[in-house]
């Protein structure tokens, strides 16, 4: 901490802390190992509150905020489990389960997938909302990943990571709202873009939409901690 920074004192579930300004609600809660799920959010990549699965609790506001990109203040009363915030979170699961086509006994990333974590973790038994099923395209063209529309839940991880730290920005998103999609170049095949073959946007996406070809299910675990790592190491040069 720098000796000028301003140090601000909140309540994160009744629990006092400090923090410096610019920081958000995420960062403190975790540097205090207070919990609040996430998936667009990754340690390394800017937040952009895709997947509003952070959302929490301001006392004052009846409004719900994303806890990666709102900042703290002085005073600041924050809640991040609530029954309502949790009944929010599996509706969010739910909408993101109906609107692609997330069949995880036929997943690559089956056992290893952040989606399916989180919904195991908050009690998400069953979907009520009617699905989608979208006729959506697999991308086999690359000679070592293959992308699969079907399981994409559009939190941009992969956009983020090949502009921000491999900087080749390959990957982007074509569309708005539930028809977006993520696309490489101008929408053309992974095989014939200006892919790098990095593969760090493999590494980075919580399901089963990037996968290595040469692996699957349980012998191709992610491995995204490396992002903190390799920041860390450019800061240090």
């Not at 941009?156 to 982007?172: L, S």
């Not at 939409?209 to 901690?225: E, F, N, Q, V, W």
Request: aromatic letters at 4%; a negative charge.
């Amino acid at each position: 901490m720098s000796d000028t920074a301003e140090v601000k004192t909140l309540v994160i579930d009744g629990q006092e802390v400090s923090a410096v300004r610019g920081q958000t609600i995420l960062e403190v809660a975790r540097e205090n190992d207070i919990q609040i799920p996430t998936l667009c959010h990754l340690e390394g990549l800017t937040d952009v509150g895709a997947c509003r699965l952070c959302v929490v609790e301001i006392k004052g506001s009846n409004k719900l905020f994303p806890a990666c990109v709102t900042s703290i203040y002085e005073g600041m009363e924050v809640s991040t489990n609530s029954e309502r915030l949790q009944k929010h979170r599996r509706m969010i699961l739910e909408l993101l389960f109906t609107e692609r086509n997330h069949i995880c006994s036929v997943c690559v990333a089956n056992g290893h997938c952040e989606l399916q974590s989180l919904a195991q973790d908050l009690g998400l038994t069953h979907v009520r909302l009617p699905y989608r099923n979208p006729e959506l395209t697999i991308d086999a063209s690359h000679e070592r990943f293959t992308a699969d529309h079907n399981r994409c839940i559009l939190c941009t991880r992969c956009v983020r990571v090949c502009a921000e730290v491999e900087g080749a920005h390959v990957w982007d998103v074509m569309g708005r709202g539930i028809n977006s999609m993520i696309i490489t170049d101008l929408h053309e095949n992974w095989g014939e873009s200006t892919c790098t073959r990095c593969g760090k946007c493999v590494q980075v996406c919580p399901t089963g939409a990037l996968y290595d070809k040469g692996k699957i299910g349980s012998d191709h675990p992610k491995y995204p901690d490396f992002l903190p790592y390799l920041n860390l190491m450019r800061e240090a040069r």
